[in-house]
């Protein structure tokens, strides 16, 4: 069976596509986990964000990670009073908007 240009070049199109897709879906299973927490306290008002970072999900540690505006991921460590007071400080940001 002879195939036309057209068939071989939606071939190679779907099969370019479907790797892609596959090598993104991989990369996005394989996110990075915090290891150990920052010795440095950070002011809120460098944060942009957070999230956290469970132990019992895909990670070895419980942390909250923080978005700085430096576009920065800093990982801290969820009982300390510092990282407790950003996060509540954050999220009364939140709530405001």
Known sequence: MMCSGKSL?????TAVLLLHLCSRSEAASNFDCCL???DHIIHPKFIVGFMQQLASEACDIDAVIFHTKKRLAV???PKKK???QAVRILSHRVRKM
Do not use: E, I, Q, S
């Open 36 to 38: 150990r927490y920052t």
């Open 82 to 84: 510092w990282v407790k």
């Open 9 to 13: 070049f939606l071939g190679a199109v």
């Open 75 to 77: 990982c801290a460590d």
